[in-house]
């Protein structure tokens, strides 16, 4: 595939080291996608050892701030977990990110928001609940540090970003057999060792997905596993509800429902069903680097992907906090659209 040859100069905001697109500017459709002649560049994204560097300085200045390695990635890449542990009393919620890799701007979204977790604005949020933070579970994927040829992808930068693990392994379908490093450490060093009460699995989609007759910001959908407890399912629709509430009434934000499988193999469904564990996925629109044109999204969207990240972080955190996600309405699950590829993209 030919690679982006186009730079289309505008207005950006900076967030830490990446230049980015006011969301302002931006409704939802606005960006558009690959398409050939829109700029995609992966060196704009934060690199592990960016992360890394940027985990550090935070831990030095949040006191309530943790930083712990729960494992390595296949290429020998500490795994980290950042920890806000106060008071064993209080629910537990875990954020993962980039189980695939080329999944990225939820992990911006995620270091903006420990980033504001380490401010006086979050005290009465940290009082109340208990916050896991993975940003770059699939490192060696982010990094494109692979066993497997990357050279039909199509961003421009300093490196290309894949799905996989470095082993060529679709993290989000080894919740059962638990055969990759990443998944080990997850599962044996995390949700074994903590006592989660709720997780939100942060992914990309596709750019031409629509709900209504109109392209959609995102998705989300509960567990939908057989074997989920119904205590559990109701409070992950709950926190659904949470995050629909949050995002729908933004100027760019439109969420649909996710179509998707019912395989104990996959994240969602699988930690609900081993851990009880009430469990969202929560799909952004289009993905930094992809093989497949469609699926990549020009960066002129970044701002407000980001800005959603962010946005539904700060919202279960602090309705899990104050305990009103318990008091949320989960009918709308029941009529909300999935959402739907949109004819002849």
Do not use: C
């Not at 969207?301 to 996600?325: F, H, P, W």
């Amino acid at each position: 595939m030919k690679k982006v040859m186009t730079a289309i100069m505008m207005g950006v905001l900076v967030f830490g080291g990446m230049a980015l697109t006011s969301p302002s500017v931006l409704a939802v459709g606005n960006g558009p996608g690959y398409g050939g002649n829109e700029n995609v560049n992966t060196s704009m994204l934060h690199t592990y050892s960016e992360m890394v560097d940027f985990l550090e300085k935070q831990e030095t200045k949040q006191k309530q701030m943790a930083l712990e390695e729960i494992g390595q990635t296949v290429q020998g890449r500490d795994i980290h977990l950042v920890k806000y542990m106060n008071d064993p009393d209080n629910p537990t919620v875990l954020y993962l990110a980039q189980q695939h890799g080329n999944e990225a701007l939820n992990t911006e979204g995620m270091l903006n928001f420990i980033k504001h977790l380490g401010t006086g604005k979050y005290k009465d949020v940290l009082d109340g609940v208990n916050i896991l933070l993975m940003p770059m579970y699939n490192a060696d994927g982010a990094m494109g540090d692979v066993n497997f040829s990357l050279e039909d992808y199509v961003a421009d930068g300093d490196r290309h970003l894949t799905r996989y693990n470095a082993n060529e392994v679709d993290l989000n379908r080894d919740h059962i057999a638990k055969e990759q490093p990443e998944s080990q450490a997850l599962h044996n060093n995390v949700l074994s060792e903590y006592d989660i009460d709720y997780m939100v699995d942060m992914h990309h989609q596709g750019v031409w997905s629509e709900r209504d007759g109109d392209l959609v910001s995102g998705s989300m959908l509960h567990p939908t596993a057989d074997a989920v407890d119904q205590d559990v399912l109701h409070q992950s629709k709950q926190l659904g509800a949470v995050v629909f509430d949050a995002i729908e009434p933004k100027g760019w934000g439109h969420i649909g429902k996710y179509q998707g499988g019912t395989g104990e193999n996959i994240g969602r469904n699988g930690i609900a069903v081993q851990y009880d564990i009430s469990t969202l996925l929560l799909e952004m629109r289009g993905m930094a680097d992809h093989y497949y044109e469609p699926y990549v999204l020009g960066q002129k969207s970044n701002g407000y992907l980001i800005k959603q990240a962010t946005t539904a972080l700060e919202a279960t955190a602090n309705a899990i906090a104050d305990g009103s996600v318990n008091d949320k309405d989960v009918s709308f699950w029941d009529s909300l659209s999935y959402q739907e590829t949109r004819p002849n993209e």
